[in-house]
């Protein structure tokens, strides 16, 4: 077993954590876990400055992102724990059911192999010779996503605020 | 693409598929919105890895990690948009049960 297979496994369990887990700050720790063990993926797999976004801005700034949202929303009460917690088992349990069969299923069945071979992409040598040569309209579409994103969250922010 | 490349990219399908049903169901199943973004995040990161492996095994890894940085930069923004929108819904309701937005008008 190669030490990528290890971490494969690793991501899914802890995928699997995430959905589960009680807590939803446990949950967002785990999807930080997820997302940490997929960086190593990446720079396993000659990605290493995608995979150091990865590990900034996914497993930093989004975990901290989350963890905020579910400090400034109120917790369960302890009526409601219970509720949620008798009903919680009832409604996950087919999860790992379905990854099992789903996993059974590809790894037995014959679907065309061809089907899903990726086709090759444009010629590329260098990240920032397509990042800054290859790109220029989508570029500008990115900054006007994250212009947009930054004002969105004044905005909400601010009104909240106010009231 | 040669068998070695092949079979890494079955490899790393077979647990990114695995994810992306996990991220699904967390989405379908769940009544939290937090939860559902939780989802949508798993969903996301699963097509981070595909699109990586996919760069790595036909020889494109710059345009795949270019492809990727753009993918963070965006899901970011929409992480803490869909943050603020949720904080804001708990304020207005007191509850980030999803049931609740039926009320929803317009």
Known sequence: MTLNTILLIIMTLMALYTVVARSLLKATIGLAVTSAVMTILMFNLDSPLAAVFELSVCTGLITVVFASAIALTKPLTHKETIEVSKNKFRRYWYLPVIMVLSGVFMAFSNIPSSLFQPQAAAGAEDVRHVLWNARQLDLFGQIIIMLAGAFSIVILFKEVRKK | ?106
């Not at chain 2, 937090?34 to 981070?48: F, N, S």
């Not at chain 2, 963070?72 to 304020?91: H, K, L, N, W």
């Open chain 2, 1 to 106: 693409m040669n068998i070695a490349m092949w079979e890494t990219f079955l490899r790393f399908g077979f647990f990114i598929v695995m994810v992306f049903i996990a991220g699904l169901y967390c989405m379908l199943i769940t009544r939290n919105i937090m939860r559902a973004l939780i989802g949508l995040e798993l969903l996301t990161k699963g097509v981070t890895l595909l699109i990586i492996v996919a760069g790595y095994v036909t020889g494109k890894v710059a345009l795949a990690q270019t492809m990727v940085i753009t993918l963070i930069v965006i899901e970011v923004v929409v992480m803490a948009v869909a943050a603020g929108v949720i904080v804001s819904i708990f304020r207005h309701n007191g509850s980030l049960d999803a049931r609740n937005l039926r009320s929803l008008k317009g």
